[in-house]
T-cell receptor, first 114, second 110 residues
Framework: KAGVTQTPRYLIKTRGQQVTLSCSPI?????VSWYQQTPGQGLQFLFE???????NKGNFPGRFSGRQFSNSRSEMNVSTLELGDSALYLC?????????????FGSGTRLTVV | EDKVVQSPLSLVVHEGDTVTLNCSYE??????LLWYKQEKKAPTFLFML????IEKKSGRLSSILDKKELFSILNITATQTGDSAVYLC??????????FGDGTTLTVKP
């Protein structure tokens, strides 16, 4: 069974641009979470979606947004990119709407802002 | 604010050694504690713990949760070089949010 798929794998953008990252969860998984991982800050929770609804949001500025589609695929968008947004962005999916099932992570999108 | 603290931050051992990794937490409406192993890319799920005192075991890895003292440990016996990785602890709440610790970097030398 296919795992969590994130596209693109790598991305280079310049400051001020915007970017959209995509995540396709494991088939049947309805919960999708997004994380930002940097060497200095570790894994930081961005937001979580379940059945197209955002259930939780981390402490990130409004430039970070996301959505989930009816097929559970999710996108996250970062507008007005800053150098500090350079990070590995990880998506994780779970069957249910709480953490009782554990998450399966995708391989991530490595975003570099120059 | 929910908080998860892992210790030590890094650890270097030799093959065959036994290691214990620690995770303490302060969260509202605790639901579960999860351990992940992260090598070069995405974290891979190891254990999920929801009840105190019940050990979860998978091969040389085992973990236990103490909900009274708010911590968990991950034990790895007879370590191998393939165990070298960052071990992440995450705590989930009833609201569905997960908070990760900064991880413990384990290096196993031959």
């Amino acid at each position: 069974k296919a795992g969590v798929t994130q596209t693109p794998r790598y991305l280079i953008k310049t400051r001020g641009q915007q970017v959209t990252l995509s995540c396709s969860p494991i088939s049947g998984h309805r919960s999708v979470s997004w994380y930002q991982q940097t060497p200095g800050q570790g894994l930081q929770f961005l937001f979580e979606y379940f059945s197209e609804t955002q259930r939780n949001k981390g402490n990130f500025p409004g430039r970070f947004s996301g959505r989930q589609f009816s097929n559970s695929r999710s996108e996250m968008n970062v507008s007005t990119l800053e150098l500090g947004d350079s990070a590995l962005y990880l998506c994780a999916s779970s069957p249910g709407q709480n953490t009782n099932y554990g998450y399966t992570f995708g391989s991530g999108t490595r975003l570099t802002v120059v | 604010e929910d908080k998860v603290v892992q210790s030590p931050l890094s650890l270097v051992v030799h093959e065959g050694d036994t290691v214990t990794l620690n995770c303490s937490y302060e969260v509202t409406n605790f639901r579960s504690l999860l351990w992940y192993k992260q090598e070069k890319k995405a974290p891979t799920f190891l254990f999920m713990l929801t009840s105190s005192g019940i050990e979860k075991k998978s091969g040389r890895l085992s973990s236990i949760l103490d909900k009274k003292e708010l911590f968990s440990i991950l034990n790895i016996t007879a370590t191998q070089t393939g165990d070298s990785a960052v071990y992440l602890c995450a705590v989930g709440t009833n609201a569905g949010k997960s908070t990760f610790g900064d991880g413990t970097t384990l290096t196993v030398k031959p």
